[in-house]
């Protein structure tokens, strides 16, 4: 009977060792706001609740199992939630619209294969000086179409920031530097992506990304391009930026350019976004960002914004905060500041925030 219980002793032991080497965690984030809307289109005014307007809400799930000797696998999947409906803010039959894919990691670095958002698609988040632990500006990270393609240099799919069918390496960080090599097979994930057209695989995304932290700076660098109809044809993407933390102040910039000549005329846009924020004191943070686009194609499509804001952190997890955004367009530019209305070309708008934001 004692041997029994010796037995049964070790076997849970060894069970509780085993279970406490993975772990699923559950994560993420609610944005709410109300906000008063108004642009110089005719009948435009609106005033309602709003998400997102400064922090993405989303809910993650991630797993991690030790498997030894250094080794980890694990999962992530994350999706998009609109919390002024309850409704997720995924396309078509998505769930998990935002991330979903598995890991290996170790010593050689990390593979992770599927829907993925790479530090390339993230990279203005990630020198943005408005970001902190309870988020950085959504309006400060984000603008709508000028020509028909969101002003973010992304790699990316129809739904959203992520790349579908991805295939990412990421090198050992190496004296604060991080980089990342990524291919995204069928990126857009339509009918015709993958198919084979004179020798090139349509909408394939090849990148890479390069970051640099030490201490107070933040730097990235990183290109992609897509492979598009035609012989030899591809549209590129770019960007580059940096930030430092002074104390007083925190400053960001990054410059991004998204090069569509080789199917468009004259189609380059280059979008520059500025941030700061000045913590006035523990609790009190005042923000804010400056925008500018340009495209070659003609300045009627140019267009800007600013936005300025202020937080309160009742805690590292849940703040306040209330923020006044514009956007000011050239005839066919509309850039959008409002994640509530789109704008139609030539449409300035403006819109007036209170909110509260919380992660879990």
């Excluded at 009977?1 to 002793?9: Q, Y």
């Excluded at 989303?58 to 939630?81: H, N, P, S, W, Y």
């Excluded at 952190?313 to 066919?332: C, G, I, L, P």
Aim: charged share 20%; aromatic share 8%.
């Amino acid at each position: 009977m004692k041997k029994l219980l010796i037995a049964s002793a070790a076997l849970a032991m060894v069970a509780g060792t085993v279970q406490a080497q993975s772990s699923v965690t559950i994560s993420g984030r609610i944005d709410q706001s109300v906000g008063a809307y108004k642009s110089d289109a005719a009948n435009s005014g609106a005033s309602r609740v709003n998400s997102n307007t400064y922090a993405t809400s989303r809910l993650t799930i991630a797993g991690t199992e030790d498997l030894g000797g250094g080794l980890k696998a694990g999962l992530f999947l994350e999706m998009g939630i609109a919390p002024d409906n309850g409704r997720t803010i995924a396309a078509g039959d998505s769930l998990f619209d935002r991330e979903a894919n598995m890991f290996v990691s170790g010593g050689f670095g990390e593979i992770r294969i599927g829907k993925i958002t790479t530090d390339f698609t993230d990279s203005d988040v990630f020198v943005n000086a408005t970001t902190s632990h309870v988020a950085g500006m959504n309006q400060a990270l984000v603008g709508s179409a000028i020509d028909g393609s969101n002003t973010r240099v992304k790699v990316e799919s129809t739904a959203g920031d992520s790349a579908n069918n991805t295939i990412q390496y990421t090198f050992p960080v190496f004296n604060g530097v991080k980089a990342q090599l990524f291919r995204s097979e069928s990126s857009d994930g339509s009918a015709t992506a993958g198919s084979e057209q004179n020798g090139a695989s349509l909408n394939t995304v090849e990148g890479f990304s390069i970051r640099y932290t030490s201490g107070k700076l933040k730097a990235t660098v990183g290109q992609a391009s897509k492979r598009v109809a035609g012989a030899g044809k591809v549209e590129k993407a770019t960007s580059i930026g940096a930030s430092y933390d002074f104390g007083v102040v925190r400053v960001g910039a990054i410059r991004s350019v998204r090069d569509n000549t080789d199917t468009t005329t004259s189609d380059k846009g280059t979008a520059d976004v500025f941030s700061v924020a000045y913590p006035v004191n523990a609790k009190v943070t005042l923000v804010g960002a400056l925008h500018n686009y340009s495209n070659d194609k003609a300045s009627t499509y140019d267009g800007k914004a600013t936005v300025v804001g202020a937080t309160y952190d009742f805690s590292k997890r849940t703040a306040a905060y209330v923020t006044y955004a514009q956007s000011k367009n050239e005839s066919t530019g509309n850039y959008s500041v409002s994640s509530m209305v789109g704008t139609g070309a030539g449409v300035d708008e403006k819109l007036t925030s209170v909110g509260i934001k919380h992660f879990f």
